[in-house]
């Protein structure tokens, strides 16, 4: 416990800042909705007709008249890069910064195994995306509220699981790469969530590369799938836990054999 609490003393001002971002942006998006409202008839329209540009965001399966339209591109985009950025910073650097700090010896030192250090810098992780999308969900249903939108919504209770699971495997793939640093891998986290990104995108522009839904977690994520089918696509979320189960294990595996002293 008191290592859980010393991960997220450490980190308390990064996750206060990134909350702050993301909810302020959202709550900005919702609430200019009612300003918009009478203009996104046409927007849709035009949209629409942009064949591949459209496709690559799910703008043409989207109708922006309707709350959920809006807030399934602009809100969903805000929420999908922001967390996914944010769950890959907090992973990738989790366990390579012991060594990174040269923290690494004293740590090691104390009576408790690299399995336990391990298992309680993963749940510090887990609690700060817990946090992130608790405020984030908190700030987005008053703002719905302020503007007169029903938050009896099932397709936005599923977007924001999605996003949450998102932030998860994000953050276990990048748990498990952070074992095989030794000094600081922001780059290589950061560029990993960008790079799943436009995957999702690549993929919604033809369909011989659909298969890359399957890589990447913004497959499940797909504000048109979600809001059109009022479910998740559990094939891609399935494999997706999978890739979740084999970051955490790599790390825990890598972390416990690595020769750090």
């Not at 399995?115 to 817990?130: D, H, N, P």
């Not at 095989?180 to 993929?203: D, K, R």
């Not at 559990?234 to 189960?245: A, I, Q, R």
Request: aromatic share 12%; with cysteine.
């Amino acid at each position: 416990m008191t290592l859980i609490k010393h991960e997220l003393r450490q980190g308390k001002v990064t996750l206060m800042i990134w909350t702050a971002v993301i909810a302020f942006m959202l709550a900005l998006c919702v609430l200019i909705y009612p300003e918009m409202e009478t203009q996104m008839g046409d927007v849709s329209t035009m949209f629409a007709e942009m064949g591949s540009f459209s496709a690559a965001f799910g703008m043409d399966r989207l109708n922006f008249g309707e709350f959920m339209g809006f807030f399934g591109v602009e809100c969903g985009n805000i929420l999908g890069l922001g967390g996914a950025f944010f769950s890959a910073l907090l992973g990738i650097s989790v366990l390579s910064k012991e060594e990174r700090e040269q923290t690494a010896e004293f740590l090691l030192t104390h009576p408790v195994s690299r399995r336990k250090i391990v298992m309680r810098k993963y749940i510090s992780i887990m609690i700060q995306i817990l946090f992130l999308n608790i405020a984030v969900i908190a700030v987005t249903l008053l703002s719905m509220q302020i503007i007169g939108e029903s938050l009896d919504n099932r397709p936005l209770f599923l977007l924001f699981l999605a996003y949450y699971v998102l932030q998860v495997e994000v953050a276990s793939v990048c748990f498990g790469i952070s074992a095989f640093l030794s000094h600081g891998g922001m780059g290589v986290g950061l560029g990993m969530a960008a790079l799943l990104y436009f995957l999702n995108i690549i993929a919604n522009l033809t369909e011989d590369a659909k298969f890359l839904k399957y890589i990447t977690p913004f497959g499940y994520t797909e504000g048109a799938d979600i809001i059109a089918d009022e479910c998740l696509n559990m094939e891609y979320l399935s494999v997706g836990l999978v890739f979740t189960v084999i970051g955490i294990s790599a790390g825990f595996y890598r972390y416990c054999k690595k020769d750090i002293l």
